[in-house]
């Protein structure tokens, strides 16, 4: 008795330790845009960044596009997805199509690397030619302006939520509302994914 005890308490500690640290994928979200109006809590386009060789980018510089924002990272079992992000970009960017990847090393250190070598990374291994920003802290005390936007309630409204892993995608319309979450898993030229961002390139900007 004393034995199956014993064995019944390792299981349920190894049990448990399988779950630490495990990706969080809540469901993806996706909202019909907006009427042609500027949201009402602003936007996250409404930030000013650094991108990835250290110069300062107004993210407003974006809007009347259509926008994906990812966090990223080099080491992560998602990482192939940069592969899908620049065929998506590839072939959207000359109708207003633009992704902006956020660099984080939040989860498990899967984004140890200084700028200059995840620039060399991104370039060399996926020949990534869209943006990517300056590495940033994407949870915690240190979230970056732009992901406590993206994340929490009183300007998130239905997308909000913690970042659960990396390669977390948001769908920003013409007009800087979010539109769309995805979670790690959903792969960024999934049907659904590029079925919101041809309606959304579809709408016209408010005022146009």
């Known amino acids: ?4 005890t014993m064995l019944a308490a390792a299981g349920l500690v190894a049990l448990c330790g399988a779950t630490v640290d495990r990706p969080s994928f809540p469901p993806d979200v996706v909202k019909a845009p907006t009427t042609a109006v500027a949201p ?5 386009l409404n930030f000013a960044v650094k991108d990835i060789d250290g110069k300062e980018q107004n993210l407003s510089q974006y ?3 259509v926008v994906m924002i990812v966090n990223v990272a080099s080491r ?4 192939p997805q940069y592969e899908q992000l620049e065929a998506v970009y590839k072939k959207y960017a000359d109708r207003g199509f633009v ?11 899967q984004e140890p690397g200084s700028d200059e070598q995840i620039k060399q990374f991104c370039t060399s291994k996926y020949n990534v030619t869209f943006p990517i920003m300056s590495k940033v802290s994407v949870v915690g005390e240190d979230k970056t302006p732009v992901y406590k936007f993206l994340t929490e309630k ?3 409204g ?5 970042i659960g892993w990396n390669f977390n995608k948001f769908l920003i319309d013409r007009n800087g509302n979010i539109i769309a979450r995805y979670n790690s898993r959903t792969k960024p030229d999934d049907a659904k994914v590029t079925g919101e961002i ?6 016209q900007a408010a005022g146009k």
Do not use: V, W
Request: glycine share 14%.
């Open 198 to 203: 041809e309606k959304a390139l579809d709408a």
């Open 1 to 4: 008795m004393k034995i199956r």
């Open 158 to 162: 239905d997308f909000a939520g913690e």
């Open 40 to 44: 009402a809590h602003g936007s996250p």
């Open 154 to 156: 009183p300007t998130a």
């Open 76 to 79: 992560c079992g998602f990482t």
């Open 99 to 109: 992704i902006l990847g956020f660099p984080a090393n939040n989860f498990k250190g």
């Open 63 to 65: 809007k009347g596009k």
